[in-house]
């Protein structure tokens, strides 16, 4: 959990429901800067208000002192399906010779190795939280998957960026 945010919130649950929704937001975010489909985008959008407007409904819904395991949820399968979508399009057109070259493949990577490892985590959750050893266990799981997503975050950011095949003066 983020220090920041549970200062700013004073309460564990408000601080995981904002940092849910950042996250997603950031992520999707990302998708739709390198993903080129202008359908793809727009469901972005779409799929976008529905989740905020679903948090919005739970947070209400269920108050302040529980977890937001079904939002986490969501938003896990919506990221997924986003990375998933964007493997497909870089196979389906292929802009380089290897995927593995562009730090964006990494990045896919990492978020789906976190999110599928967590997802479950997340789910169970809900009526779990307060349980001590659930904690410890939830923190352990948590905390390795959130280190190799960073590791393969680390790759992309090691990968040098491709020039671009554009002049930058035109010829007469």
Do not use: C, H
């Amino acid at each position: 959990m983020n220090p920041l945010i549970t200062s700013l919130t004073k309460k564990n649950f408000i601080g995981f429901r904002i940092f849910t929704v950042i996250e997603y937001l950031l992520f999707t975010a990302y998708f739709y800067s390198i993903t080129q489909s202008k359908t793809f985008k727009k469901l972005l959008y779409f799929l976008s208000i529905l989740f905020l407007g679903y948090s919005i409904f739970d947070f209400l819904m269920s108050g302040q002192g529980s977890f937001d395991s079904i939002p986490t949820g969501i938003a896990a399968i919506l990221i997924l399906f986003y990375s998933i979508y964007y493997l497909f399009e870089k196979i389906k057109k292929p802009d380089t010779l290897f995927l593995y070259s562009i730090p964006s493949f990494w990045i896919v990577v990492g978020l789906i190795i976190y999110f599928s490892g967590t997802f479950f985590l997340f789910i169970f959750s809900q009526n779990n939280f307060n349980n001590p050893a659930f904690k410890s266990t939830f923190s352990l799981i948590n905390n390795s998957f959130i280190i190799l997503r960073n590791l393969l975050f680390a790759v992309a950011f090691l990968i040098k960026p491709e020039k671009s095949k554009q002049k930058i003066y035109p010829t007469l």
